[in-house]
Structure formats: C-alpha cells, structure tokens
C-alpha cells in the first residue's frame, strides 16, 4: 500500500495539536490532548494513543510515511528534546530540562519511523511545502509568538548547524545592554518583538510618562499585545508608536540576517505577525534603511499563508515526508 | 592525462596573485601582476597571458582542472565581477562600479573552466581544502583586513544564498548609528574591526583626551592598525584598550553569529588576526558572555593555519577542484 499520509504533532508547554496529513497539506483528521501531564510516561500514553485513534480512522499504519514532530528545544539530528523546563515532564524535580530520546521512544511504541525539530524549524518546512514559500530556496522564517523563534533555509534545507540547534534568531542583540530577556542575556530580539515584549514596551512607556492612551484602560499587569492591537485598531497614537518601534528593531535584524544568508523573503509566521497592518510598511522600511546596498528593495516580507489553526500541524507534518 | 592541478587567482585593489597548485595544497609555481590597468582589456591580456607562463612551467593546460577565482564583489552563480568600484577597470568613466562577464571571458581566453567568488569565501574554501578547517562542515570564516569579509560554511558548503552574495557580515550593524562605514551604513562591525577601523579608533580616542600614549608618535593621520599592535607589543595602555574594544565588538557580532547557523568554529585570517595575542582572549570572553547559554564554551575560536602569502593562493586554487 502506497504510504501517502504524514502525522504531524505540534507539541506546546500547554497542549498539543495532532493530525493526519495528506501530500497537498490537506489535514484529515486532527485532534489536541494536554500537554500538561506530570510525567512523561503518562503523556506518552497520551500521545501516542491519539496518533493511534487518528491513523485508525484513515486506514492504518501502512498508510503513514512517517511522524513528523515539532517541539521546543528538539534537535533534529538526535531526535532528542534537550532542557525543555517549559515542559512539565521536561524537567526534573528540581526544575531543570533534562535531556529526553523522544523520537525513540515515540517509534518504538508506534512502529513507525519520527523525525522532530523546533516549532520554527517545522513552521519553515511547513511553509516550503505548503505554503508562502513554496518554490523558495532561500528564505528565513520568523515566528512571532509568546517567544521569537527562527527557520533558516539555504539551498533548499533547514539549517541545522553544527549541533542541530541553529537558528536562535530571537536571541541575537537588539539593544546593547538592553531588556533582561528570559534566556539570560539582555536586549534579545525577543525581548522586544515577541508578543511578551511588545507588552513589556507598552508598560514601560506607560509608566514612563502621562502620554494619554486607551491602554490606560486596562490594568498594568493585564496589558496583552492584544491589547496594544485593539488600541492601534482605534488610532491610539501610543499604541501605534509601539508598533512602529517593534517594526524598527524587526526591520534592524532582518538586515543583519539578510547580511547572513542572502535570502530571497523573510517570511512571518505567528500571533504579532496578525498585527501585519500596523507591521509590515515600517518593517520593510527599516529593513531596506539598514540594509546593505546590494540588497536594498530586493528581499521580500511576506506574511504566511498558512491558516493559524492549521499551520503548527502542517509545519510538523511536512517534517514527516522527509523520512 | 589526469587533470591533477589547479590555478588559483587572487584578484586585489593592487595585485593580483597567481599560483598553479596541487592537491595537497602546494603551489608549484607562481606570480603576481598589477591589477591597475586602466582598462579591462589590457587587464585580462596581462591576466592570461601570466595563466599560459605558469601552465607552461607544469606541463601545459591538459594538467589543469580548472581556473578558480577570488575577487571583489564576485558572484559564484553567474561568475561577474558586479560594481567593485575599487578596481580601476572596474568602474566606468564617472566612477560607478559595472558588471564585468569575468569567468566567461577569462574561460573563453584560456579555454579552460573557471569559477570565482568573492575573496572571503575563497579563503573559506581554502581553510576547508588544506587549513584549519579540514574536516569540518559548518564553521565561519572571518577576514579581518583592510575589510572585514566573511565565508559561511554550512553542511560543508559556501552558503552563497539567493543572488550569490550571501555572507557579507562585516555589514552586520555592531553599533546603532555608530561610525560611518564607506559602504554608506552606519555602525558596521568593519568600520569598527578591520584594519582601518582599528586605526580610526585609535585617532578618536587620541583626540577624546590627553591620555599617554606611544601612538602619540605617530602623526594623526598616519596611524595605522600595524602602529597599534606595535604600541601594544611595548605594552602600551591605550593600544591594549584599543584591541580589548574591537575584540570585544567581534566577540558579541560573534554570539550573533553562531545563532544563525551554530558552527563548530570561527576561523579568523587577514592582517589583524595576526594581533592574536591581544585580541583572542577578549573575543572568546565576549563571544561567550553574549551567546545563547546552549553555545557557551562550546564554539572554537580558531586562527587561520595557511601562510599568509599562500592563502590568497590556495583558497582561490580550492574553488577549482569544484569545477
């Protein structure tokens, strides 16, 4: 029997989005369990049942190419999740990530073969075999989520380095000495354009001074990029600025990344990248400001094509094709 | 006949370097020509000719596998030369840089297969061929010269991205509207870091203050980056402070460098890496206090291993083994 479906898994600290996939992106059936069992044994259990209750309902295993994974920390030459303390049982008792062998013991128990790689690694994948990056070549992935990750593609492959981690993107430096951001380091892209950071800006420009804003509304602590997002919907000045300098810094690094790998698009992907009418004309802007010449006007944004509910499935599934 | 050679050309502002070399890296012979013709013509006549002498002195073309290159503003897919004003014959009358249909007519000329690129990936290749990168499939190769150019190797490949140019990080912005660099940005870790920027940190900090100094010397406008490491060797407090801030500068463009695409290591090479003793240290420390915690400690610093007069040679040669 021809193997003609793909399972693609997202896995996130709070849940995880599984489906069946057919070779035109197509998802046949999808299901989410939690992801917050205490245990790995039990979230196995979980898992694993799932992929079985979704492939029965399309016919069986020996319809099914392969089981592609995205997941945080995943390294994709091992198969492992490394140091993932976002995940319940991802971490010891005292809190730190451990090291887990999840492609194997994920094969093992279904019999089928498992690759895995980061959210943003799938995202890009899954954008090249579906979506606004079909056809590319070249071309970097950025997702703007709670954090900012990256997919790096060169010469048609994701970049996967020297230890299969590449493409941390949202920890290059922004701001010399700038924002605390959660990985350690200060002033990290995504310490200020993930969905987090442009709440933490809105904050801190409230405090700083009695610039009127509709964010005034709601309470400090509560403030959301959402919110950001519904007071630029109402032509709230603050709330656009925060846009603006958001776009600034995005439009800053994609220049240096630009400077990297000479990508033919840098593609968004992810909660800000909904914000695109408030994003888009001064991210380009900055970008082709800060921007070497030889590339300036010549790289495009683009936004993705994939549908949000959609996208984190495809993104793992199209992972799946490649075993 | 087995074609067991190569020519490797190093093309520069002033000279240009030719050699004939074999498979373990030997240049069996060699010679240099004056790259400041007033025209293209006269130029490649001079060029080819200089090819048929040293073909000649090994046994003629039937030894030769190909021509590889090594130029300013090359581009390995279509083999031009495109808008390197520094060369005389490479601008037109009002000074503006042209397309030049270089491995084509120098193919054409000699009748044999010639590829080029630009010269920091041809060193890349040559430290992958015969140096300190043999080996190794993912590292960055950095020159530090009156430039600062660079060679990415990815999965063992130059990473020339979507229009050939990729891997120009000496334009990566190492200080928001910071100095301004003769490619017409501001901040870029080349006005900063290359030969020339080391000096023009020295004459800005020589005029900040009254602080001693033996560079004091040397007439402020004949200050050079050779002028520093010697005030250094004599243990010069501002030159020290000079090298400590540029390779503190590297060490953080570094960190950036290894979350795109996660090498095994950095390979510096050019005039200024030959300041190791001064710069090394700070730049692994700055490197590592800025990385993501996943590459702390874990990414080698290394120092070119080829000849400096043979490196030109050898990593334009290493390109023809690909034809």
Chains 1, 2 share one sequence.
Not at 3 to 28: H, R
Not at 42 to 67: P, R
Not at 270 to 280: K, V, Y
Request: with cysteine; charged share 20%.
């Amino acid at each position: 029997m021809e193997k003609s479906l793909v399972v693609g898994i997202d896995i996130g600290a709070q849940s995880s989005k599984l489906g069946v996939v057919d070779a035109q992106g197509n998802i046949l059936c999808q299901t989410v369990i939690t992801s917050l069992q205490p245990t790995l044994t039990e979230y196995i259990d979980d898992l694993t049942a799932a992929v079985e209750s979704l492939v029965s309902q399309v016919g069986g295993k020996e319809k099914i190419k392969g089981l592609g994974i995205g997941a945080p920390n995943a390294n994709y030459y091992k198969g492992t999740i490394e140091c993932a303390a976002n995940l319940t049982w991802g971490r010891d008792s005292e809190g730190n990530g451990i090291y887990i062998d999840f492609a194997k013991i994920v094969s093992e128990r279904l019999g089928l073969p498992v690759a895995m790689t980061n959210d943003a690694n799938a995202a890009a994948i899954g954008e090249m075999t579906y979506g606004a990056a079909r056809g590319m070549k070249n071309f970097i992935m950025i997702t703007l989520g709670t954090g900012v990750g990256s997919g790096i593609v060169i010469d048609g492959k994701v970049v996967y380095g020297h230890d299969g981690f590449a493409g941390e993107l949202g920890h290059t430096i922004s701001i010399r000495d700038g924002r605390q951001c959660s990985c350690g380091l200060k002033g990290c892209l995504e310490a200020y354009t993930s969905a987090i950071g442009v709440a933490r800006t809105a904050v801190e420009w409230l405090q700083k001074d009695d610039t009127p804003s509709l964010l005034r509304e709601v309470p400090t602590d509560k403030i959301s990029s959402k919110d950001v997002y519904d007071a630029a919907k109402k032509g709230d000045k603050l709330a656009l600025e925060i846009f603006d300098f958001t776009a600034n810094l995005l439009g800053e690094a994609f220049a240096n990344f630009i400077a990297f790998s000479a990508p033919e698009a840098i593609i968004l992907f992810g909660g800000l990248a909904r914000s695109r009418e408030f994003i888009e004309k001064p991210i380009i802007e900055s970008m082709n400001k800060n921007v070497v010449s030889i590339w300036k006007d010549k790289v495009k944004v683009e936004f993705s094509q994939l549908k949000d509910s959609d996208a984190a499935i495809l993104g793992a599934s199209a992972l799946g094709w490649e075993l």
